[in-house]
């Protein structure tokens, strides 16, 4: 535990893997560029994700006026039945 504690520092991270702990060495500019990545990945995240809910809204848009439409004709052929 003690050789854990000084390996931690602002230049080095742990990485977790089955189970272990292995310390390794990241330059802190290195450190600034992955966190600039990781919030542009975000960013695109939600951009992707304002652009799927653009588009669900527009489908619902397009199902509740086609179900309007049948729904009408379907009116009217029910209307047409009981006139019969």
Do not use: C, H, W
């Amino acid at each position: 535990m003690a050789r854990d504690a000084r390996l931690l520092g602002t230049e080095r991270i742990i990485a977790v893997r089955r189970g272990g702990r292995y310390a390794l060495p990241v330059s802190q500019p290195e450190i600034q560029r992955q966190v600039r990545q990781q919030r542009g990945d975000i960013d695109a995240l939600y951009e992707l994700l304002e652009r799927v809910d653009q588009k669900v809204d527009a489908l619902d848009v397009k199902v509740d006026r086609r179900f309007d439409e049948i729904n009408g004709q379907l009116s009217e052929v029910l209307r047409q039945l009981r006139d019969r």
